[in-house]
């Protein structure tokens, strides 16, 4: 099976280079400042399960894609995503399955128009983990799950060839016959963790101690009540895990969206928060809303960003 990662950033290099590491046909797709870096260091994994270098991985150039793949993993922002879906077409071919593992489930649509919805699966993946200045993958705890299923909920043999194909790779890899309601889940736990300690500017431990859980558990519950309004109820251990995470007394949990905010960075201001917004039930005028905040929060950011940019 060959398998095509788009970036080899922090997600697709940590999961493309553990898959190099025992064996599988994997090529990075990577643009020329990032092919010359890794022709320069190898590709290197720092983690507390493991170490890795992969001297030479295979990759090609958007121009220089030479067939079809059999799957094609995407991790990028999804603002990025209209530009990438460019960058790999030339690879998709008949039989091809499209990977995602993006925030929200916009790109899903964006991807089904432009490829076809049977060759888009469900995805989702969890890891903490960034590139350094050299380059390197720094993965910082010992969580790295990717989720992956067809949108109907069947099993099929493309899901068991890859489920195959992720045995014995140093992740773990889930095969599910749910995977449009754990991507729900995801979603609104991303929406409040990113939601949350992007307004308040801290990590969860923060704002725990200054006597805003009950803030935090509203915005939670929000979110979790726009998901059951779409007919994805978050299931009883879902909305417990979300709510015990979120309000861990000296949690350092923090969103990449508050990182990228503190960096002056684009964020996925709508795919994140925006996009459930609008798919929440009408409410009464005047009815407090902690996720009409925050998305008014992300939104003035980004138009101070695009002001900043413009007269710079």
């Known amino acids: 099976m060959r398998f ?29 400042r990032r092919a010359a870096q890794i022709a320069s260091t190898g590709l290197v994994i720092k983690s507390p399960l493991g170490d890795a ?19 094609i993993v995407v991790g990028c922002k999804a603002y990025d995503l209209p530009e990438t879906m460019e960058s790999f077409a030339k690879a998709v071919g008949p039989n091809t399955a499209i990977l ?16 076809g919805r049977e060759r888009v699966l469900g995805g989702l993946c969890m890891i903490s983990a960034a590139l350094d200045p050299e380059g390197r993958v720094l993965h910082f705890n010992d969580f790295h799950k990717v989720v992956y299923g067809e949108r109907d909920g069947s099993r099929s043999a493309r899901v068991d060839a890859i489920a195959a ?61 726009i998901a059951a309004h779409n007919g994805h109820a978050l299931r009883p251990d879902a909305i417990a895990r979300a709510r015990a995470q979120l309000t861990a007394v000296g949690s350092p949990i923090s969103a990449s969206m508050f990182k990228d905010i503190e960096r002056g960075g684009p964020i996925e201001a709508d795919q994140i928060a925006g996009d459930l917004l609008a798919l929440a039930a009408p409410s009464a005028p005047g009815t407090p809303s902690v996720l009409r905040i925050v998305v008014a929060h992300l939104k003035t950011y980004e138009a101070r960003r695009a002001r900043e940019a413009r007269s710079a």
């Open 53 to 71: 270098h992969i001297a030479a991985p295979r990759h090609v150039l958007a121009d220089t894609i030479d067939g079809h793949y059999d799957v």
């Open 165 to 225: 194909a992720f045995e014995g790779a140093s992740f773990e890899g889930v095969a599910s016959q749910q995977i449009v309601q754990e991507m729900w889940e995801k979603w609104t736990f991303i929406a409040a963790a990113a939601g949350m300690t992007s307004l308040m500017r801290s990590n969860v431990g923060d704002i725990v101690a200054a006597g805003a859980s009950d803030v935090v558990l509203a915005l939670v519950d929000e979110c979790a009540a």
């Open 100 to 115: 995602p593992f993006l925030n929200g489930m916009s790109h899903l649509d964006k991807l089904d128009a432009r490829f």
């Open 4 to 32: 095509l990662f788009v970036g080899a950033g922090a997600l697709g290099g940590y999961f493309g280079g553990r898959l190099l590491q025992v064996g599988r046909d994997v090529t990075f797709l990577l643009r020329p």
